[in-house]
């Protein structure tokens, strides 16, 4: 039984595509959270939501565009790919965001390649 | 502002020797802390977590940390290496001021020498 899964694995294509990835819990969870891991292995978060509200926006291009269709999915759609956004992109989930006992609960992550 | 050092960016022991991965954070407010795992190519683990219960905290894998205020330390140990502890191992403080986002260290590579 996964609790947070993400698809697709892998995703490599070229730049100046359009692409999304998709990631779902199955834990019951509020909050759900869409993280980027570059090759120094630094995680920077780049959205989260609660009941599909949008309650963190960092520093990120608007070319990245979440969407939260119901509590158990968020997905990330990017636009216009660069070829600094090859990551690993991370999607996780919490009971919720109003508490430090929550710990987050990770997808298994989508390697991101733009060439 | 709340920040994590992880002191070590690699981290080599020989199998059955004792790890020490090391941590520092700063926070105004009493912390929550946690040490996530990650294998070659693979998710974000939990190993533990403080959240203001006991000092000495034991995770999975017969991984322990323990909490130390004065020092504002979150120490990760382990007595004996296993070859498949080698992997990333990241420490996190998440507190009120960070409105309780989880704030990452660098990251410590554990390197296991057979």
């Known amino acids: 039984d996964t609790a947070v899964s993400q698809t697709p694995k892998y995703l490599v294509t070229q730049m100046g595509n359009d692409k999304s990835i998709k990631c779902e819990q199955n834990?019951?969870?509020?909050?759900m959270y869409w993280y980027k891991q570059d090759s120094k292995k630094f995680l920077k978060i780049m959205f989260s939501?609660?009941?599909?509200?949008?309650?963190i926006n960092e520093t990120v291009p608007n070319r990245f565009s979440p969407k939260s269709p119901d509590k158990a999915h968020l997905n990330l759609h990017i636009n216009s790919l660069e070829l600094g956004d090859s990551a690993v992109y991370f999607c996780?989930?919490?009971?919720?965001?109003?508490?430090?006992?929550?710990?987050?609960?990770f997808g298994p992550g989508t390697r991101l390649t733009v060439l | 502002a709340q920040s994590v050092t992880q002191l070590d960016s690699h981290v080599s022991v020989s199998e059955g020797t004792p790890v020490l991965l090391r941590c520092n954070y700063s926070?105004?407010?009493?912390?929550?802390l946690f040490w996530y795992v990650q294998h070659p190519n693979k998710g974000l683990q939990l190993l533990l977590k403080?959240?203001?219960?006991a000092t000495l905290v034991k995770g999975i894998n017969g991984f322990e940390a323990e909490f130390k205020k004065s020092e504002t330390s979150f120490h990760l140990t382990k007595p004996s290496a296993h070859m498949s502890d080698a992997a990333e191992y990241f420490c996190?403080?998440?507190?009120?001021?960070?409105?309780?986002?989880?704030?990452w260290g660098a990251g410590t590579k554990l390197i296991i020498k057979p």
């Open positions: 996190v403080v998440s507190d009120l001021e960070s409105n309780y986002q989880l704030i």
């Open positions: 926070s105004s407010y009493s912390p929550s």
């Open positions: 403080y959240t203001s219960a």
């Open positions: 834990l019951g969870h509020d909050t």
């Open positions: 939501y609660n009941n599909k509200e949008l309650i």
């Open positions: 996780a989930s919490s009971q919720d965001r109003a508490s430090g006992y929550n710990e987050q609960f």
